[in-house]
């Protein structure tokens, strides 16, 4: 458990209950959540999950149903948006279209009554952090979205907050740009030093930009690390899904041997694993393997499988089997020597998974 | 901004909505309530009424008149006036109908920048007054007016033909005064029809007929009953119009109304009369809400 | 984007000519009452040489501009309470959500659909039964009413088209609730405002059959006094009354349509 100190916000037991058509909405169901002071902290999720919810009620445009909201150990959930030390990089963007660029990045500053020359000053180096000199006497809808977005960052940014809200700030904008902002992000948040809370439903962002992501689903926080972590160990079915592919297999742990275990498939076959999910013997078990972690040969050990289809990506090649003629199993080879396939389809062939790439999971 | 005005959502609410609702309903609605409980009751001596002494004498009036004997005798003039009312406001409907639609059809076909102008154009008739805009019939339609003027130069008659003061000038006046509220509707629902939609049709072996009466008029529909209502319902109740390019002859129902206010000083019959065509008109608003929006205020 | 009107599928036989019939039917006596005020023949039935004397004539006479000053100020009062009270109604209705909107709305409504005669006939007797003394200040507060639509309507539509984020926005930049109105919801909402009073200020100058029931003696607005000299008859001081009326409402639309299409 972190000590509260180096906590920047921290969520107890928050929920929010929406009143909608159909009855009521329980878009965050006791969340409980840390986030500490000059980290990069995604929030990932699909569309509904609670997210946005989430990010709203720290900003405070939205009030708690239930639960505590600390902001630096002091309960805020009472406090209005305009005295909270937040600043929200928008989806949409909200930039004033009756403003400059300069007015738009200076509107916080004279709104906290700072002196004229020194907001000045501010929005000069704000629009040079986000490389838009020049453009402060431009309107917003003579930019581009990409600059829009970066007059939106600076914006938020020119206040010094302790905590940036940034709400799929980059979804409105096409693949390469989003590339670029994605590394001018990480580079904003490490030069600045503030705490980035970030919003997305695009688990590749969340996975090269964060330095600890959260992943929601349904109003709840499924679970909570680094990249790493959240990828090579995820703990449910959902959080192995959602980010990256993964294969499920489910069977029972029918034996523990001296350094390791056995899983047997209810496909049929036997795999050997390493770690027991904290389940007793002859337990059932959900069993999740990345396509990349497994191999397929035609002779040999390994589990039973058919290849219904081979799909070309270029850089990989991924091979759809079934084992036992039902279990729908992908496996991902990298394309390091030639380009043709070495297998064809309709093949009988093997699949072996080596056991530190086996992951059990919780539900 | 608003939890600046209190943090009680009600209170917040109710100053904010109070004044326009207070107006509306104080001046408006609370004004139309007095005026069902007027056409019940007995009327003044010398105009007015008089309170307390409640009958339906307003009602019966419509039909039936009192001979000698103070017997009740069918007497259809105010049914007739209806009548002429409904007819000429139907009238008005469908003429406005055939020749709004291929206005707005033909609006909405046009380039985006031309659109907006012709939107405008449509508009501003609408926007001028009411009366003198009916008054310049009168200068149209009169005996030496430039309708007759041209009709003797084509040599289609000799004598100028009697225009002014007949259906067929009331007509001409409401189908003027209301042809905007039937082609923006009309404009507005086929300005969104997807033209694909029509080539679907014609890649599928429609011809133009087929195209326009399986694709165009159903997709059109919404706004062309939207359109009819707004026409039908200040037609039924027209005042100007019959006033002045009517004359004494075709009266309709809104100058049947204000002559109780005025010469007749029947308040009761005036006050039932009011009634009866505000219910009419609420009650095909009514028909049209539930057959072609879910909600009022909604699409 | 498709292309309108220069493909021959879209033509259908007689759209065309029936659009430019109607568009000469909705401007020709438009035309012909304005060039029948330039008419020097004092009998308007013939055109014997061009005038500007009867636009003379009007604006000497007392009672013309008499009946012009009433309306002006029936038609200023009645477009700023009903605009005002449009304003914070608008903000209400699509800042808030709560049960009873739709309800609202159809009330805010209501004015649009009753006929204008019922209307006038049920706030003569209201203002009869209340004992209120028709004069100037009947006509104001059911103008007032009769305006809050017009007003209404174009000022919901551009909250409404408004960016709920920009508000937010501002609040997240620590603008106080008073300041985020002022700096960034009223600046935007200025052209909604704007053409909601310009139509309802037309609308005003417009209405006849209310303002002939409710004016009594010595509330003349200027078209129960047309109305008046209508029923006389033709003469050349109403064609040039009622061209100047025709010109003030087209000025007023041509601005607010340019002043809605330039904030766009």
Known sequence: MESVSEAAIEARRLTKVFDGPGGEVRALDNVDLIIRKNEFFTLLGPSGCGKTTLLRLVAGFEQPSGGELLMDGEAIAERPPHRRPVNTVFQSYALFPHMTVAENVGFGLEMMGRPREEIGQRVERMLALVKLEGMGPRRPNQLSGGQQQRVA????????????????????????????????????????????????????????????????????????????????????????????????????????????????????GLLEGQEDGGNETGARVTLAVRPERAEISREGSGLAARIEQIVYFGTDTHYHLRLDEQTPFVVRHQNRSGATSRFSQGEEVRVTISPDAIRVLQD | MLEGLGRNRFLRRGLLLGPALFVIGFFMILPLFLMAYVSILERGLAGGVQWGQHTLEAYVRFLFERDLMDNLVVNIDYLR?????????????????????????????????????????????????????????????????????????????????????????????????????????????????????????????????????????????????????????????????????????QLMIGNLIQGQFGAARNWPFGAALAFVLLAIVLCSMMLYLLRFRRAPGQG | MLKRGSNPLWRFPGVAPTALIVFAYLYLPIFILIAYSFNENRLATIWTGFTFDWYGVVLNNPDIMRAARNSLIVASSATFMATLSAIIAGLCMTRDSFRGQQGVNAI??????????????????????????????????????????????????????????????????????????????????????????????????????????????????????????????????????SALMLLVSIAFVTLSFLIGRIQR
């Open chain 1, 153 to 268: 960052l600076a914006r938020a940014l020119a206040n010094q907050p302790k905590v940036l809200l940034l709400d799929e700030p980059l979804s409105a904008l096409d693949f390469k740009l989003r590339k670029e902002m994605q590394i001018e992000l990480k580079r904003l948040q490490s030069e600045t030093g503030i705490t980035f809370v970030f919003v997305t439903h695009d688990q590749e962002e969340a996975l090269t930009m964060s330095d600890r992501i959260a992943v929601m689903s349904d109003g709840n926080v499924l679970q909570i690390g680094s990249p790493t972590e959240i990828y090579e160990h995820p703990t449910s079915r959902f959080v192995a899904d959602f980010i990256g592919e993964t294969n499920l297999l489910t069977g029972r742990l029918s034996e523990r041997m001296a350094s390791s275990l056995r899983f047997e498939l209810d496909s049929g």
């Open chain 2, 81 to 249: 006036i209806f009548g002429r009312s409904f007819a000429l406001a139907f009238g008005t409907m469908i003429v406005a109908l055939a020749i709004g639609l291929p206005t707005a059809f033909y609006m909405a076909l046009q380039p985006a920048r031309w659109r907006n102008l012709l939107i405008f154009l449509v508009t501003i008739p609408f926007w001028t007054n009411l009366l003198v805009r009916n008054y310049a019939w009168i200068l149209l339609l009169r005996d030496s007016g430039l309708v007759n003027s041209g009709l003797i130069w084509l040599g289609l008659t000799d004598e100028p033909v009697r225009l002014l003061y007949t259906p067929f000038a009331v007509g001409v006046g409401l189908t003027y005064s209301f042809l905007p509220f039937m082609i923006l509707p009309i404009y507005a629902s086929l300005e969104k029809l997807d033209l694909r939609l029509v080539e679907a049709a014609y890649d599928l072996g429609a011809n133009k007929w087929k195209a326009l009466t399986r694709i165009v008029l159903p997709l059109a529909l919404p706004g062309i009953a939207a359109g009819s209502i707004l026409v039908f319902i200040p037609a039924l109740g027209a005042y100007v119009t019959p006033e002045l390019l009517g004359g004494s002859r």
């Open chain 3, 108 to 241: 805010m409504a209501l004015p649009l659909i009753v006929p204008e005669i019922v209307t006038a006939v049920a706030t003569l007797l209201f203002f009869v039964i209340i004992g209120m003394k028709l004069g100037l200040m009947t006509v104001i507060i059911a103008h007032t009413v009769f305006c809050i639509p017009f007003a209404y309507l174009p000022i919901r539509a551009r909250l409404q088209g408004m960016d709920p984020r920009l508000e937010e926005a501002a609040a997240d930049l620590y603008a106080d609730p008073w300041r985020t109105f002022r700096r960034v919801t009223l600046p935007l909402l200025w052209p909604g405002i704007l053409s909601g009073a310009m139509l309802a200020f037309i609308i005003s100058l417009d209405t006849f059959v209310i303002t002939y029931f409710v004016a009594g003696a010595g509330a003349t607005t200027l078209p129960v006094y047309i109305f008046g000299m209508i029923r006389i008859g033709i003469t050349p001081e109403v064609n040039a009354v």
